[in-house]
């Protein structure tokens, strides 16, 4: 390849990248846009009657006509949002420890240990990823409602998010045990440590990496989950910020854009920090649990 | 077949047959007081219904109603109480109840607080008039109101001619039939057949043994539950025999109150609908054929129950008998540590995943719906209806009145039809738009890489619903952004939801925005790893451009490529949240897939069984896809 095909081909791969960017960037700067407005509607300027080109164009650059914090304080005073983000916060938080232990020990135990059902009870958890939800939605929800009668109970919702996330962290910590070399435990095994003792003093501090992975993920799955919430968490006041946003903009009732744009503002922004940091650690993860499968 | 101890096999079928006979038993138990219930409340009707058809009698004849009430309640030893409402003069005709008679004299006006009489007295009315003009029995013509353990009220309407005009209620105490007790010779059958195993035992051995016990443990329980039906239709036949002599009985005694009136027992053994049970005629002879055919259908669900419960018993004996018991408990203690580490994690996935995905295929056979949770299932159960009433509905279109075709949105086959295309098309476009991105962005020397990077990655972290709710608000159709360009450029706007392939369009765009940069980071990962010698190689073999992607980048990105594929098939197949956001179907369920018609079947309809066959299917076809996949990609095997 010659320096002035490349310097040719390239105006072109730019402009096509560009492009590509703007359709990208258009619906986040608009989400900007309408929490920065101050405003519920929908539109970013008035337009008149029989508006000008000019004016048309104006009503579609992602740009507010004022600035305004407004939908950012009114959304945490005159909205429970607030409450709505607690509760997601309290959800995930329990979510990600729960689930975190549970992967580290199966996880664990699958990689070091040869028994009878190992391989049934890791290709169980692989196939229960194909059951499509709304099959065991139904059970679920006569088994968490109407039986345990834990309906817009933070419990249920946390029972669900961890067994939710179990058999992705339990393959992605496995791969990774898979990888610390066994002389280090059987050393330990010599000085005569319990494996009780081995797990937690040695294999954990080494796996710290993976454990933030496997962290990160359960704590997304259940701060981004918006299904089970949606059909257990039938207060108001219980909702999570999934189901509290849609509420904004879902019902019949008046249509509070200003308020769901803001909300998602501050809902999105740090998982889409801790994506962007550790994506590539996931990504990881994603492709190598899908290989094996 | 693993070896089996002799001791094994006897034990093994010793707590198989144990466990056979308590549950079996358990349901034919149970299906006996269901049995002695129903005819204590038969009896309960014939005898208010005599009631009801003496005082039509007498009341047509202009007789004193206060008085052959009375005398009823004297002789009639099951009645303690009758109250005549007549609806269209508003008035208790007669009542022997002494609150009754002390707040002032029958016949009188209904006071106020008596209102609810007047309306039993038309809802029967309305009732009987709506099972008459519809030719069959589907509203309550007799009323039960729950009063104490032994004494039930009913309340019956009173005919005048062929219409009703006013209620009678009848406060009965229970005639409890006499039935005789549960028979031995069933068990006696049951230890028979373990007799002859252990008779058995000392001719044969090992596997030779296991099936000899097997054979018998089949025939012993068989013959268990055949007998033990049996005997559940005698005692049927023996109530239904208690009821027709209660009704002889109840003829005599109302015959000797009010001579001259026209009395027929059949009249009496009525249904809550109000039709005839015709389980006996009017001599009291008891019509053997209407019953066994009422027998019959009990029978065969009975069939399937006890069938059930013994396959659960050949799984213990199994289990017992060919040593697994045995062996389970050793592993466990030789497995101890590894099992005491798997076993949070698994007890979570048993009660929250697989016990919901066990459950909710027993549910698809059944018509569990909200109003019906809180009975058994077995009581509910309905077989495959479910199942051919989704897949046999064949008719995605009609042909209209002006020889239009209209679609019916709400057939399996449009949905399931629409899903492919969702699917194949977003996948087409994820996989596309992200394959050349991610060649462009693997370009030498490209300026501001690592910036188009990380801003071509942002719609993946974003959560999607928002993202949803967002293009949702784009696509409005007064004040959504979109319609502005369109508006820009002169077009008209689009109401985008209002007709499917706009709808369509929409969640597509949605989609395929939020879809593609999961492709582009696996392409990109999988170029990057390419050896560049590979490229010079091909060059100096003379290749042109086209021929070194053919031959070289996409057989080496293909191993990444394809898990990927398939990952975002099985998402997209059921990604619920965009369509459930973004059209919510519309126009009138065009653009659902299966996965949110389930949902709306479920939570939108309540109807429970009939959307966990709806997702078994869809679990269905995500298998076939997954087994046609794994064969056609054979080539990745073993990565």
Redesign the interface.
């Known amino acids: ?1 010659s320096n002035r095909n ?1 310097t040719v081909g ?1 105006v072109w ?2 402009l ?2 560009i492009i ?2 703007i ?3 258009y ?2 700067l ?2 900007l846009t ?1 929490a920065f407005s101050g405003q519920q ?4 300027v008035n337009l008149p009657a029989d508006p000008s ?1 000019w004016q ?2 104006r ?2 650059m992602p740009w507010p006509e004022q600035m305004s914090l407004q939908n950012f304080l009114d959304v945490f005073s005159q909205q429970p949002f607030g409450r709505w983000l607690l509760n997601s916060a309290m959800v995930a938080v329990a979510t990600t420890i729960a689930g975190v ?3 580290c ?2 996880g ?3 990689s070091r ?1 040869r ?4 391989r049934a ?1 890791m290709m ?2 692989l196939i ?1 990823q ?14 968490i409602v ?1 039986w345990l009668h834990l309906g817009s109970n933070y419990l249920g919702l946390i ?2 998010y ?2 939710t996330a ?2 992705f962290c ?1 393959w992605n910590l496995k791969g990774y045990f898979d990888t610390i070399p066994r002389e280090l435990e059987e050393s330990a095994l010599m000085d005569g440590a319990s ?1 009780a003792v081995i ?1 937690w003093k040695i294999i954990l501090p080494l796996s710290k990496p993976a454990v933030a992975v496997t962290a990160l993920f359960s704590f997304m799955t259940a ?2 989950e ?2 089970l919430a949606l ?1 257990i968490m039938d207060k108001e006041n219980m909702y999570t910020a ?1 189901v509290g ?2 509420f904004f ?2 019902g019949y009732a008046e249509q509070q ?1 200003g308020y ?1 744009a803001a909300g ?1 503002i501050v ?2 922004l740090p ?2 920090i801790l ?2 940091v550790l ?1 590539r650690y996931l ?1 990881g993860g ?2 190598a649990g ?2 094996k ?1 | 077949m693993q070896h089996s101890s002799t001791r094994q096999v006897l034990v093994g079928a010793l707590v198989a047959l144990a466990v056979g006979v308590l549950l079996i038993g358990g349901v034919l138990r149970v299906a006996r007081l269901t049995v002695v219930r129903g005819a204590t409340e038969q009896n309960a009707v014939v005898t208010a219904a005599s009631v009801s058809q003496v005082l039509a009698q007498v009341r047509a004849a202009d007789g004193d109603l206060q008085a052959v009430a009375r005398g009823l309640v004297d002789r009639l030893e099951d009645v303690d109480r009758i109250r005549v409402i007549d609806s269209g003069k508003r008035l208790l005709a007669a009542s022997t109840d002494a609150a009754d008679l002390t707040a002032g004299e029958v016949p009188r006006r209904l006071g106020r607080e008596e209102k609810a009489w007047f309306d039993q007295a038309k809802e029967l009315e309305a009732n009987h008039r709506t099972n008459i003009s519809e030719g069959n029995a589907r509203k309550d013509e007799i009323l039960r109101m729950a009063v104490a353990q032994s004494q039930l009220e009913l309340v019956l309407p009173l005919f005048a001619g062929d219409t009703v005009d006013g209620s009678v209620q009848v406060l009965t105490s229970a005639v409890v039939p006499r039935v005789p007790g549960p028979r031995l010779l069933p068990l006696a059958v049951v230890a028979g057949a373990f007799l002859v195993l252990v008779a058995l035992s000392v001719l044969l051995k090992g596997r030779w043994l296991f099936a000899g016990g097997l054979v018998l443990l089949v025939v012993g329980l068989w013959a268990f539950a055949a007998l033990g039906l049996a005997g559940l239709a005698a005692v049927r036949h023996d109530v239904e025999a208690a009821i027709a002599h209660h009704a002889l009985e109840v003829r005599d005694a109302v015959g000797l109150e009010a001579p001259g009136t026209t009395l027929d027992i059949t009249a009496w053994n009525v249904d809550r609908f109000g039709a005839p049970r015709g389980t006996f005629d009017r001599a009291g002879t008891v019509a053997t054929e209407t019953v066994d055919a009422g027998l019959a259908e009990g029978g065969r669900r009975f069939g399937q129950a006890a069938g059930l419960l013994g396959v659960f018993a050949l799984v213990i004996y199994y289990w017992v008998g060919a040593g697994w018991t045995v062996r389970t408990w050793q592993a466990l203690r030789k497995h101890h540590t590894a099992y005491g580490f798997v076993l949070p994690a698994m007890i979570g996935m048993i009660v929250l995943v697989f016990f919901p995905f066990a459950y909710g295929v027993v549910l698809s056979f059944t018509n569990q719906t909200l109003y019906n949770v809180n009975q058994p299932l077995y009581d509910l159960w309905v077989g495959i209806d479910n199942y051919i009433d989704i897949l046999s509905d064949v008719a995605v279109w009609h042909t209209g009145e002006d020889g239009s075709r209209i679609i019916n949105f709400q057939n399996f086959y449009w949905t399931l039809g629409f899903t492919i295309l969702w699917t194949v098309s977003n996948v087409s476009i994820g996989v596309s738009l992200g394959l050349i991105l991610a060649l462009i962005l693997n370009t030498k020397n490209l300026a501001f890489r690592p910036f188009y990077r990380i801003i071509l990655i942002l719609p993946w972290a974003v959560p999607n619903y928002i993202t949803a709710l967002i293009w949702k608000g784009m696509f409005h159709r007064q004040f959504g952004v979109i319609n502005q360009v369109i508006a820009m450029f002169g077009g008209e706007p689009i109401a985008w939801f209002d007709a499917w392939h706009t709808s369509f369009f929409a969640v597509l765009a949605t989609n395929a925005w939020l879809s593609f940069p999961f492709m582009m980071v696996v392409s990109l990962g999988a170029l990057q790893a390419i050896s560049s010698d590979l490229y010079e190689a091909a060059r100096v073999d003379g290749a042109s451009r086209w021929q070194q992607f053919w031959f070289v980048t996409l057989p080496s990105i293909k191993p990444a490529l394809v898990p990927a594929v398939i990952l975002s098939v099985v998402w997209t197949f059921n990604m619920f949240n965009i369509i459930y956001l973004v059209s919510q179907g519309e126009p009138a369920g065009a653009t659902e897939i299966l996965i949110t018609d389930a949902y709306k079947i479920a939570f939108e309809q309540y109807r429970y069984g009939y959307a966990a066959a709806y997702s078994v299917v869809i679990f269905l076809i995500l298998m076939i896809y997954g087994v046609w996949q794994n064969r056609v990609t054979r080539a990745t095997e073993g990565i």
């Open positions: 390849m490349e390239h791969l730019h096509f990248l590509m960017v359709v990208t960037v619906p986040i608009w989400v309408v509607e929908l539109m970013f080109l048309r164009i009503a579609v232990f549970l992967a020990t199966a664990y135990a699958f240990f028994f009878p059902g190992r009870g169980s958890f229960s194909m059951f499509p939800g709304t099959l065991t939605l139904v059970p679920l929800y006569i088994i109407e029972m669900l961890a067994t179990i058999p339990v494996p797990f701060w981004n918006f299904v059909t999934p946003l849609r903009v879902g854009w769901f998602s809902a999105a998982v889409m994506f962007l994506q990504i994603l492709t899908a290989v499968g």
